[in-house]
């Protein structure tokens, strides 16, 4: 947005010169013979000639150097604003359980890690200024991507994740809540996250879920869990080595293993660290789970506006030196001396 001003707008008072000039022009003219200065008195009785239409072009060109003068002191300036709006992002960390378990195809056509990963990567993309990072856990915990704003790499890290990143099996929720946790910088005042995502309960890792939430509270991180699963469970496919062909794990007895949710732990993580629980039971409710906590952690927004001037007066200083050197010349080679 650009503007025009003056910033000593007072000068303006000395346009007040023109009309007493006017008037002291009239009134010594008819006092005082041979004006130094022109009046009109002077112009009417001034005999014909180049020097006559000098005379009456005077005027006009010294009350035209009086009013660029008064608009050099008044100092004009042209001007606009320029707004600087500055993200301050919030820091989140996504943790993903990558357990067999996650194989199991009851949220769409394709199995639990797969549609998960789309989720998660839409999530990202609709990220701006918020610094994301990347923990995968099963029976234990590892960092694929520190907080970091470049997205792209993050996702192509994602990619590349499945039921084989983490070697040892299991559900290590606890380790995955303290590595995300050492994650983060606690150097400046910044909002912390933790996207939780698992389908199964803690049965492995060294640290218990209730001594991960108390460093989080702590630390004041806000964790958000979702279970992933429908509440009966579902089957976990394997391929088995042997033949190549998909089974299901089975207990002692030959019956088949429903992997379920532990939902009071993850229920507890959330409400005790001042997140929320959620529970994803198809591909849908997933993607909603993750646009609703993309609602609820606002990133904070503040526009700098700052003014910039640029003076003009150099502009109407340089024309009235002109004018007033055309003055002096006229004066100089042609009216002087003249005597009325």
Same mark, same amino acid.
């Given at each position: 947005?650009?503007?025009?001003? +003056?910033?000593?707008? %007072? #000068? +303006?008072?000395?346009?007040?010169?023109?009309?007493?000039?006017?008037?002291?022009? @009239?009134?010594?003219?008819? %006092?005082?013979?041979?004006?130094? =200065?022109?009046?009109?008195?002077?112009?009417?009785?001034?005999?014909?000639?180049?020097?006559?239409? !000098?005379?009456?072009? !005077?005027?006009?060109?010294?009350?035209?150097? !009086?009013? /660029?003068?008064?608009?050099?002191?008044? @100092?004009?300036? =042209?001007?606009?604003?320029?707004?600087?709006?500055?993200?301050?992002?919030?820091?989140?960390?996504? #943790?993903?359980?990558?357990?067999?378990?996650?194989?199991?195809? &009851?949220?769409?056509?394709?199995? @639990?890690?797969?549609?998960?990963?789309?989720?998660?990567?839409?999530?990202?993309? %609709? %990220?701006?200024?918020?610094?994301?990072?990347?923990?995968?856990?099963?029976?234990?915990?590892?960092?694929?991507?520190?907080?970091?704003?470049?997205?792209?790499?993050?996702?192509?890290?994602?990619?590349?994740?499945?039921?084989?990143?983490?070697?040892? &099996?299991?559900?290590?929720? *606890?380790? #995955?809540?303290?590595?995300?946790?050492?994650?983060?910088?606690?150097?400046?005042?910044?909002?912390?996250?933790?996207? /939780?995502?698992?389908?199964?309960?803690?049965?492995?890792?060294?640290?218990?879920?209730?001594?991960?939430?108390?460093?989080?509270?702590?630390?004041?991180?806000?964790?958000?869990?979702?279970?992933?699963?429908?509440?009966? *469970?579902?089957?976990?496919?394997?391929?088995?080595?042997?033949?190549?062909?998909?089974?299901?794990?089975?207990?002692?007895?030959?019956?088949?293993?429903?992997?379920?949710?532990?939902?009071? &732990?993850?229920?507890?993580?959330?409400?005790?660290? *001042?997140?929320?629980?959620? @529970?994803?039971?198809?591909?849908?409710?997933?993607?909603?789970?993750?646009?609703?906590?993309?609602?609820?952690?606002?990133?904070?927004?503040?526009?700098?506006?700052?003014?910039?001037?640029?003076?003009?007066?150099?502009?109407?200083?340089?024309?009235?030196?002109?004018?007033?050197?055309?003055?002096?010349?006229?004066?100089?080679?042609?009216?002087?001396?003249?005597?009325?």
């Amino acid at each position: 947005m650009s503007f025009f001003q +003056f910033e000593t707008p %007072q #000068a +303006f008072i000395l346009l007040l010169l023109i009309p007493l000039y006017f008037y002291l022009n @009239r009134f010594l003219s008819k %006092q005082i013979n041979g004006l130094p =200065f022109t009046s009109l008195e002077v112009i009417k009785k001034s005999p014909i000639g180049l020097k006559a239409k !000098l005379y009456r072009f !005077l005027l006009p060109l010294r009350l035209l150097i !009086l009013v /660029l003068l008064i608009f050099s002191l008044a @100092r004009p300036q =042209f001007g606009f604003e320029k707004k600087e709006t500055k993200i301050k992002g919030i820091d989140i960390m996504l #943790a993903i359980d990558t357990s067999k378990s996650m194989l199991a195809e &009851d949220l769409s056509n394709k199995n @639990r890690i797969e549609t998960s990963k789309e989720v998660i990567s839409n999530f990202i993309k %609709q %990220q701006k200024g918020n610094k994301i990072g990347l923990v995968v856990f099963s029976g234990k915990s590892f960092t694929l991507s520190p907080l970091t704003l470049d997205y792209d790499i993050l996702l192509n890290q994602l990619k590349e994740v499945n039921v084989d990143t983490v070697k040892v &099996d299991g559900t290590a929720i *606890g380790d #995955a809540i303290i590595n995300c946790i050492y994650r983060f910088n606690y150097d400046k005042k910044q909002t912390r996250i933790i996207i /939780l995502l698992t389908d199964g309960e803690n049965n492995s890792g060294q640290v218990e879920p209730l001594s991960a939430i108390n460093v989080a509270i702590s630390k004041k991180v806000k964790i958000y869990t979702i279970g992933v699963g429908k509440p009966e *469970g579902a089957p976990m496919p394997f391929r088995n080595p042997d033949n190549g062909v998909t089974e299901y794990a089975r207990d002692i007895n030959g019956n088949i293993l429903l992997s379920k949710i532990n939902e009071s &732990d993850l229920i507890t993580i959330a409400d005790k660290t *001042g997140g929320t629980y959620f @529970r994803a039971t198809d591909n849908k409710a997933l993607q909603e789970i993750y646009v609703k906590i993309n609602s609820l952690e606002k990133s904070e927004v503040s526009t700098i506006t700052s003014k910039i001037y640029q003076e003009k007066m150099s502009y109407f200083l340089i024309i009235s030196l002109i004018l007033i050197l055309i003055d002096f010349l006229l004066n100089k080679k042609f009216l002087n001396p003249i005597r009325i």
